[in-house]
RNA sequence: CGGGGUGUAGCGCAGCCUGGUUAGCGCACCAGUUUUGGGAACUGGGGGUCGUUGGUUCAAAUCCAAUCACCCCGACCA
């Protein structure tokens, strides 16, 4: 390729609203432009980049029997309505009707519809197990998209889906994804880690499923890792605990005190003197449970904070989040003194962290302005709750086995779930076992982000001349930059060099622009092509032309024959 | 969804407060000359319904209103 057919515009400037260096990179060097909030244009260059991507995952998957297939974009409501998640999945879904009034969506993603194939096609055991695959464009009306490709409301997406007899099986697949994701992603050149995670709206609770993680500062998961166990998992589910808390422990009697215009946790406990760890922090949430609004009222210890992803795996309502004043007057509540005391359980469930001892005594809101109670003890004065894991992991905890934790950032680029047979199910999809007798499979699902996935390449590689793309990603191995751009010489011998590179099968772009040197350095840079061959002074002074490393910075000079052999070794092992 | 901010050339911005020539700057783009090892110099040029609609005024990029778009922050007082 040349540059000057290239049809690409780099900039020198970032962008004002582009966040992160990948999303500021990707823009600069011509990979992507945007046309609307979360929406992006790809140019030939990121094209190349996304067929790389896809060829590497595409070889992967077949190498443990995936099937390639494409489903539509556009989805009717009906399937969608067969798992009730026409309703579930909410605003994030972004549905429509045709001219002729029917109800449609652009598929967020494609549980219903691939289990809708598959139904279609299977009848036996003995088609069994399978896993289809496909690539293709996903939309979600995220709440914020942002941060470039990392949060697109449209975006690239592979999705998996594997369908089995048995569970064994199914732990077979699961494990052989687990394994071709790994590869994947290294030979996408990122450093990988797989981290336990929550299944969340796609998955029943307590389903095996593992998130891929990039660790960068501007992820946007927080995770918990334990070193010494060599254990991982997502903020959003990680079971850690506090050493810290003495207990109130005592036997006697609610007491009502009054506590005027004293609303927060800090206040109520410098006016008693109590300390923050024995007051109860009382949350009301709204979400959704069978279509219905429903309430759930959350309590931890008070300096602690309630995790909602927590509350929704174990309340089973979904779409939680914090009541508003209205809400709050309408079940009779009251700002600032919210508590469990009195509250009836058929109206609001109540869900109270782990570390709240159930026999210590705790300060705490009666849902009367101007009061709280001493002394309120969980076992006793709360008949009907349910105790979970619900609080938020400090960085100060330590994990179920006692040992050290950190907390860090991360990217989640790929994702696998055991899904059960919550689809096959809701959709009767069923095929003959050996006996004769309909069963539902059990299914694995697996994704990965694709374009998230090369902005994290970006993220992690970039340095502060611009874009490092690993071998495997680069829209060129090589890129040659003869300077001088009127001088004769050198420009033949660019040329030469240009074909004799084609002609050996390597992927290679010439700077053939007539603008000076410093430009084609700073472009080359920028767009991150691996191996730069720059042909300039030396080449007229010694006929020896320059190799630089775009990663290591490292040089070499060597004769103009000298150089395919060369760049074949260093190519070798792409 | 709530709060804040910004919309002026492809990109980055000034001008607006205090209304008044032909709306400006840098980068990018086009032509020419000179340059050529880290985003060159000079000369000449093209490109704008100042987000949109309405209002105030002799006069609006500038003041007022509405609306749209985009960006950032936010659920911890429950």
């Excluded at 010494?228 to 998992?233: P, Y």
């Amino acid at each position: 390729m040349k540059y000057s057919q290239l049809f690409i515009q780099t900039f020198k400037e970032t962008p004002s609203d582009a966040q992160i260096i990948s999303h500021q990179l990707l823009h600069r060097a011509g990979f992507i432009q945007k046309s609307g909030a979360g929406l992006y244009n790809y140019s030939p260059l990121m094209m190349m980049v996304i067929q790389n991507a896809t060829s590497i995952i595409r070889e992967e998957l077949s190498k443990v029997g995936g099937l390639e297939i494409s489903l539509s974009m556009a989805t009717p409501s009906e399937l969608w309505k067969e798992s009730n998640r026409w309703d579930e999945l909410g605003a994030l879904m972004i549905q429509f009707k045709d001219r002729s009034n029917r109800d449609l969506c652009l598929s967020p993603t494609n549980e219903e519809a691939v289990v809708d194939y598959f139904r279609k096609v299977a009848k036996s055991y003995k088609q069994l197990p399978v896993c289809l695959f496909q690539i293709n464009t996903k939309f979600r009306d995220e709440i914020r998209p942002r941060f470039g490709l990392m949060r697109a409301r449209e975006f690239s997406m592979k999705d998996a889906y594997s369908f089995h007899i048995d569970r064994d099986c199914l732990d077979k697949t699961y494990e052989l994804l687990y394994q071709a994701y790994s590869r994947i992603f290294e030979r996408m050149g990122l450093a990988c880690m797989a981290v336990e995670a929550d299944g969340g709206a796609m998955a029943d609770s307590g389903a095996k499923t593992h998130e891929f993680h990039v660790l960068a500062d501007s992820g946007e998961d927080e995770l918990v890792v334990c070193k010494q166990e060599a254990w991982a998992a997502n903020s959003e589910m990680a079971q850690t605990k506090r050493v810290d808390i003495v207990y109130n422990k005592s036997t006697d009697a609610m007491e009502l005190i009054e506590t005027g215009q004293h609303h927060t946790i800090q206040d109520i406990s410098k006016l008693l003197n109590v300390k923050e760890s024995n007051c109860l922090k009382t949350v009301l949430l709204k979400g959704k449970k069978e279509n219905e609004t429903s309430y759930l009222m959350a309590c931890c210890i008070g300096d602690d904070e309630i995790n909602i992803a927590k509350c929704m795996k174990h309340s089973g309502i979904s779409q939680l989040e914090f009541a508003d004043e209205s809400d709050l007057k309408e079940l009779g509540f009251v700002r600032g003194v919210l508590g469990p005391v009195g509250v009836d359980s058929d109206q609001v469930n109540i869900l109270v962290d782990l570390h709240v001892d159930n026999e210590a005594g705790f300060v705490v809101g009666v849902n009367k302005e101007g009061f709280h109670v001493k002394n309120m003890i969980l076992n006793r004065d709360i008949p009907v709750c349910t105790q979970a894991d619900i609080r938020v992991s400090r960085a100060t905890d330590v994990s179920m086995n006692g040992n050290d934790i950190e907390l860090c950032r991360g990217i989640e680029v790929g994702h696998i779930f055991q899904l059960g047979d919550k689809y096959t199910k809701a959709l009767k999809a069923s095929v003959l076992d050996k006996n004769g007798k309909a069963i539902f499979p059990l299914m694995g699902c697996y994704g990965i982000g694709v374009g998230r996935a090369v902005s994290a390449v970006v993220e992690q590689l970039a340095d502060e001349n611009g874009i490092v793309w690993p071998e495997s990603l680069s829209p060129f191995q090589v890129v040659i930059l003869p300077l001088k751009s009127k001088d004769d010489d050198i420009a033949k011998a660019g040329q030469a060099l240009y074909e004799e590179c084609q002609k050996n099968g390597i992927s290679v772009i010439i700077d053939d622009r007539m603008v000076s040197p410093g430009f084609k350095f700073k472009d080359a840079d920028l767009m991150g092509f691996p191996h730069q061959i720059i042909i300039g002074e030396t080449f007229k002074n010694k006929e020896e032309v320059e190799y630089r490393s775009r990663q290591s910075g490292k040089k070499e000079s060597l004769r103009l024959a000298e150089w395919i052999p060369f760049l074949k070794e260093a190519l070798k092992d792409k």
